[in-house]
Structure formats: C-alpha cells, structure tokens
C-alpha cells in the first residue's frame, strides 16, 4: 500500500486534468470528417506519430510484462521485448506501400490488393477481428490498471479498470484520433521522462552500476549481464535457436503486414503521417524510442534483482519496476510516477478505443450497412462504437488473470499461421485472396490444438514455443499453398491498379509488364533523366 | 560518399534500389546496437558505449541514404494523392 502525501495529490489531479483536457481541446478538429476522427486529416508532421507509437505501446502492462522476462531471464530478456524490431525494416518497406494505398485500415486495404468474394470476406474478418481484439487489448491493458490500483491503494480491481478507462474516454469520445495523438504526444513525454528518472532512482538505489555487477557476481548471477548467455543450441530456458527464431520473425516480418499484432495501431498512424516520407519517419523513430526505454527498464531490474534475488513468484517479480518507483522515489515525487502511469495507461486505451472504432465505423458500418453515410453520421458512429468497445472491454478485463500468458500467447502464437502470409500478401503477385483467408482459419485451429489441445490430451508433448512457431507455419503452408494455387490469381485489373498506387516489392514481374503494356508506367530501359 | 544517389526522378525513386537494400541491412543492425548499447551503457560498461556510437554513426549514414529517395517518392506521391482519395472514396461508397 501506498500513502499519498498533499503534493502527490497535487501531481496526479493536474496531470489527469491536463491530459483530458488536452484531447478534448481538439474536439472540433475531430468532427470534422470521418478522416479527421481516425486519421487526423491525413496531415500530420513525423514526430506526432512516432510519439502516438511510442506512447501506445508503452503501457501499464508493459512494466509488468518487461520486468517478468528481465527477473526471469537476465539481460537474455531484452531479446523477448525485440520483436518490435519489425519496424525496423516495415518503416522502409510495408509502412511505404501501405501508406501509398491510403486505406484508413488493414481491413481496406485487403479489397484495394485482392477483389472479389474472397476480398470481401477478408475485410470483413480482418474488421470484426480486429474490433474484438481492441476490445480484447482494452481488457487486458486495463485490468493491469486495475491489478496496479489494487497493489497500490488496496482497491478492488475493477474501480482502477473502469476508472481510468473511463476518463480516457471523455477525449477519445470528443475528439477522436486528433484527440489521441495530442494526448499521446504530451503523455509520451511525460512517460519517457518518469521511466528514465525512475529506472535511473532504482539504480541508484541499488548502489550504482558497479555495485549492480559487484552483488551480481557475488549471489553467483554475473550470466544476467550477459544479452547473449544461451543455454545451449537447442537446450535449456533460452536456447540459440529461439532466439534466431525471435530475429526471423521480427526482422523479416517488417516485409508483411500484420504480421505483428503492433501492426495494426501502426496502421493508423502510417495513415495519418502527412508523407510517405514523414510515415517511415514515425513508425522508425517512435520504435526506436521503445528499444531505448526497453533497455533503460531492463537494467533498472537487474538493480532491482540485487535488491530482491530471492522472489519466486511471477506475479511478485512481475511489479519490479513499479516497487522501485513507490520504495525509493520519496514523497512528493511517488505522485508524478503515478501520474506517469495514469499518461502511460491512457495513452494505449486511447489508441484502441479509437482503433476498434474505426474497424467497426468504416469497414463494418459504412462498407456493408450505409456507403453513403455522410462524414457527421460517420463521426457519431465512431462515437458510438467506441462507447461499445469501452464496455466490452470492462467485460473482458474482469475476465482475465495472468497477463505474462496471455501476453506471450498474442504474441507470439496467434501470429505464427499468419506470419509468412502476411508477408506473401505483400511481396507476391499469385497470392490470393483465399490463400490469405485459409491461413487465418489455419492458424485459428493450428494455434490452439499445438498449443493447448494435443498436449492436453497427450497427443504431443509440450512444445517449446520457438519449436510451436515452426511448425503452426509449416503446417499452415501446407493447406494455404495449394489453396492459392487451386483457386484463380487475382483479377489483373485490380493487381495492375493496386501496383501503380503501391508500387509494392518483391515478385510481381507480370503485374508490373501488364502495367508497362497500358502505358501506366515506365519500363526499365526507358529514360528517366536525372541521376546522381 | 559518392556513391549515395541525392538526386531522383519520380520514376526512379518508385522503384526498389540498393539504397532500399542498404537500409533494410542498417535499420534492423541499428535497432540491435541501440538494445545492448544503452543497457551496456548504463552499466557504465565501455563497450556499451562504443556499441551507441557506431548505433548513432549508423543512423546518420542510413538517413544521408534513404532521405533524398522519400523525399522524392513522397514529392511525387502527395501530387497524385488527391486524385487517389477521390477514387477510394468512389469505391467506399460503392460507386467504382
């Protein structure tokens, strides 16, 4: 339990009120158009995104889940939090395709790259997909709140849950994506700027980085300094080849789309960069900004390691960075930390309040009930669907308890199936639309008979999840490789006007010489001038 | 660095290049240098140091690559992006 002195108070209530405020300061930007309530008309300079990136995927279940695997594994863990090296290639690569084909959402863009029947229903799965997993990351990330609030002041966990959530919805309400990119640039600020005094505070607190090494090697732990202390080839809690797996997955996955589930907010704010330019910018930058506060958090555990070796428990262990914050920080300050809390919280809420509700209004609502909804009606249903998602998602909170599981289980497991597809339907001409939508349905049976029903029943043994990844993409292949191949290639038509647009990479030799063939682009050996 | 294309057409800059390759090969090792060399850093390690150095070093060259390309497909792009929005507006209400 923590105790409040006056000037906590004082922190938490101008903070909260600031950041509200802040959002619906820009509530007429925000109704506007449908445009302005998702994508902030499309204008935004790079370094508003990147801070909305970096601010949404810091969040109160990060913490939690970064000093989980640090705890556990040492600086090794580091590795478990570099899947969001995806952007590293995305920002140059998908980020510059995607935002050429100025779809609001992933969902769009399915029927701008596939036609037909099969276009249609992956839009429309890829919509109430995604509408259920806002809600279902809005329950997860806000019953941490609630696990938070009741470590902290003893309350019961849904009144942090419904609180905070709640609060972030008065902006998001109003203002829409205007409303949460403001918000999220103040809140990322003010969360860099707590994690890097708190994270500093607990090293301090632990004697200082010699002290850190010097305890360290004295309780026998000196491997957890070392990032690349493998357990072996194939052997052990953190084997070579896991983490070659973990490199694959996030290095190469930056030529998909979707295939991390980051992708998705990502999406948006791609979208809402004023450039081509200023959209690879941001997805760059504000990634670059989580490997750097990933680090920062994972050396404060190790101090906090040297200060508590001995804790077994996950969901004891799991609030290491948290304990620093409210043990050592003295009074007065222990506010500001909860106020940076409350800006780390709302900042990911706010992102998937407005998310799901751009699913629900353009690909659900607009797409398949009323096309020519005006931009006011469009608004108010984006409204109204956030206020749905804000419900669900106290539904689904209450429904949760061990968040590292659940966490790790999205994602890494219900990626697996759709990882090499979601880069094919990127880098590849011939893959379909029904290639596409048989490995979502692949994926959904694959991921919980490997994971949990074979085992359950002793059909197999547990697999470790580098070796559960291969296989649910092996055997996925098998059933959406024939499935594109027996089914027509997409209409030539469609590919041709998607190329020009998108100009994706990879294999697309006949789509790009059909396009030279109408005169809609140059072919290779035509001059171009310029030069360099 | 002579080699590094500061001047593009349109059409050049649409297509795939080496400065693309380039940067899929730097961003990726940047990211890497920046995880160990801040955590190396803070435990006032020498090397973690030299890691954020050559991760900095890194960043300039990347971007003394690949700007002048975004800058010119982005250029290009925004000129044809209104046409493109009229059109995704005309098959959002299903009218194309």
Known sequence: MVVFGFLDWFWLVIFIVLMVVCGVLFFKLGKRSMSDFFLAGRGLPWWLPAASVYATHSATDTPIWVSGVIYKYGLRGLWYTFFSAWCAISAFASTRIFRRSLAYTQAEWQTLRFSGLGAELLRGWIAGWQVFMNMFVLGWVGIAMGKLCRFLFGWPEWLGLILFSSLCAVYVLTAGYWGVVMADFQQGVIAFSVIVLVSLWGIAAAGGPQQIMIKLGRLGQSWRLNPFAFSGWTSGDFPLVWFVTMLVIAVIGGFGMGTAIDWYPEAQRIQSARTIRDASYSIWAGTALIIVRNSLWAVAILAFFTLYPQIQSTADYEMAWYRLGFEFLPVGLVGFFFAAIVAIHLSTISTHLNLGASYATRDLYQHYFNPRASDKELVWVGRVSTFILLLGSFLYGLMMQEITQWLIFALWIMAAGIWLPSILQVVWWRFNAWGYLSSWIANLGLSWLIVWVLPEFRVIPVLPDYLQFWLMMILGALIYIPITFLTPPEDMDRLVKYYVMSRPLGRWKPVREQAQRQGLLQTENQPSGGGG | ?96
């Open chain 2, 1 to 96: 660095m002579g080699w590094i294309r500061k001047n593009w057409t349109a059409a050049d800059a649409d297509r795939w290049t080496k400065e693309d390759y380039l940067t899929f090969i730097l961003s990726p090792l940047i990211y890497f240098l920046l995880a160990v060399g801040v955590a190396m850093s803070l435990l006032l390690l020498w090397y973690g140091w030299v890691l954020l150095g050559v991760s900095v070093i890194l960043l300039v060259i990347m971007i003394k690559i690949i700007d002048p390309k975004l800058k010119a497909i982005s250029e290009d792009y925004e000129v044809k992006q209104k046409e493109y929005l009229e059109d995704l507006e005309k098959i959002a209400r299903w009218e194309d």
